[in-house]
């Protein structure tokens, strides 16, 4: 049961991990993003996200649909408005039979969603405000 979803409201990861078991699944490898107060020597206060919420959940959908085509199971979750340091912006998560099978397509659709899908970052950092996007 796969779930793709853009939301403005903080992401449960405990109920998201929980859907991810299955007892036909062996492995579930998660990747959780966060907001980071330092990104080399930028010190980061906060971070805005934006999209265009039916087209970026589009995107997700088509990734997602090339690991569901193996067989496998995906929950992908980005969270949208302004974040504090620490706060969860991203839930990547995927069950799989092997756990490598598991980790190889949890990386695939993290990497793809930085670079495909239309979701746009204003970074307030202590000097200025720097914005940041696809491919990144």
Request: with cysteine; glycine share 6%.
């Amino acid at each position: 049961m796969s779930l793709i979803k853009i939301t403005d409201q903080p992401i449960n990861t405990d109920e998201l991990t929980k859907s991810l078991i299955h007892p036909e699944f062996g492995g579930v490898d998660i990747f959780i993003g966060n907001i980071r107060k330092f990104t080399d020597e930028i010190e980061t206060e906060k971070i805005e996200y934006t999209t265009y919420k039916q087209m970026a959940e589009k995107e997700m959908q088509k990734l997602a649909d090339q690991v569901l085509a193996k067989g496998m199971d995906v929950v992908m979750v980005h969270r949208v408005g302004e974040l504090e340091l620490a706060d969860i912006a991203v839930f990547i998560g995927v069950a799989a039979p092997h756990r490598a099978e598991a980790f190889e397509n949890c990386q695939f659709l993290i990497d793809q969603l930085k670079k495909t899908v239309p979701i746009w970052k204003k970074e307030y950092d202590r000097d200025k405000i720097r914005w940041g996007g696809l491919g990144e």
